[in-house]
């Protein structure tokens, strides 16, 4: 019976990530970080991921939870947890029908359990295709019930940040999501658990300042950008030119702001070691 859970586990998750991708549809595509053609298929098969210079797609949360967790184990936490329109703002409503309808998903978070090299653990995942994974009322409601989640039950958590920041159409209840996120962090690391932040391609705003620099430990994907603001707000800001790959993930790494950076074909094996070794290290 276990096994039969298993595998319908694993061909719902592999039948939501199939929506997951970020790649062009037609056959041979063209890479935006080295210019060259590739077959899609190669990046397809390498994580969305071009074989010639390691540019990284951006890709969904689904897809994401596939591609680190190991298969059969995954069981998605409060998937009806729906964004609302708490202010009435104009056009609002039809916003996210387009977002649900483009993506598959009702929010721009998803969150599970599932086990990681056979340990458990509570992944978050933003998926960006989803109004610039912005983070609302029930993005920021999902992430804390995962980390309380993950308190209660004492298990590690890896929550994978990309976005764009709080989202404006819900206002000041957007921005109490950073208070909320970062307080239910706090408690969860009286407890002594792990949480590792995982640093994606866009991370900025509201989310950069709140859950996403709270880990124990800070990876990033190579060339993610991440930062508070954009780099051409801040040009235009200071009236200068800024440095090359300013606040890119090794500009970040350089600088002490990530622990690693990580490519993705890397990524299960790397979070399967530091979950190990928090197991081994027998933390209370």
Known sequence: MTNLF???????LAMKALRG???????IITCPGCGREVPRKEVSDALSVCPKCGYHWPIGAYLRL??????????????????????????????????????????AAVTATGCIHGRRCVVGVLDSRFLMGSMSAAVGERLTLAIEFAAKNRLPLILFAASGGARMQEGILSLMQMA?????????????????????????GGVTASFASLGDITLAEPGALIGFAGPRVIEQTIGEKLPEGFQRAEFQLEHGFVDAVV???QL???????????EKGGRP
């Open 6 to 12: 298993q595998k319908r586990r694993s061909r719902l």
């Open 263 to 265: 490519p993705r074909a």
């Open 268 to 278: 299960r094996d790397t979070l399967g070691e530091l979950l190990l070794l928090h």
């Open 180 to 204: 909320k996120t970062s307080a239910a962090l706090a408690r969860f690391a009286e407890k002594g658990l792990l949480y590792v932040s995982v640093l994606t391609h866009p991370t900025t």
């Open 66 to 107: 596939s591609t680190v967790l190991d298969s059969g184990s995954f069981r998605e936490l409060n998937p009806r947890l729906a964004a609302g329109d708490p202010l009435r703002f104009p056009g609002y409503p039809e916003k996210l029908r387009q977002a649900s309808r483009k993506t598959g998903l009702n929010e």
């Open 21 to 27: 991708s970020y790649l062009p549809p037609e056959q």
